[in-house]
């Protein structure tokens, strides 16, 4: 899930006319702040760019699906998922259990 306030400079950015990719570079720096810190997650740069991009998707930022050849076809197929998720809206919170259990299992990572 992204912080609060990286979905607001991204809400401002988009306010403002800025590019898909100028949005999505928010999520981006967001991540690689999560792996300096020492959070969790991604074991390289490129993975730092890749989860930062499909949390874009996700909030809805218009980027479109990578070309075929540059990615395997299960990651288009992921990214198409991902569109397709950003477009529906916001669902339900998850429970605090769950989230708080997904928490504590990234901070053991």
């Known amino acids: ?12 950015d988009r306010r403002q006319g800025k590019a898909p990719s100028t949005q999505a570079g928010e999520f981006v720096r967001e991540e690689i702040e999560h792996v300096r810190e020492g959070k969790h997650g991604a074991r390289s740069t ?15 930022v218009k980027l479109p699906p990578p070309k075929p050849g540059r990615t395997s076809a299960e990651t288009r197929e992921r990214t198409v998922r991902d569109v397709a998720r950003g ?3 916001s669902r339900r919170k998850p429970a605090q259990k769950r989230s708080r259990a997904t928490l504590r299992a990234l901070k053991r990572e």
């Open 1 to 12: 899930m992204p912080e609060k306030e990286t979905i607001e400079r991204v809400r401002r």
């Open 46 to 60: 490129k993975q730092a760019i890749a989860i930062g991009l499909s949390k874009a998707r996700r909030a809805g």
């Open 87 to 89: 477009r529906a809206g």
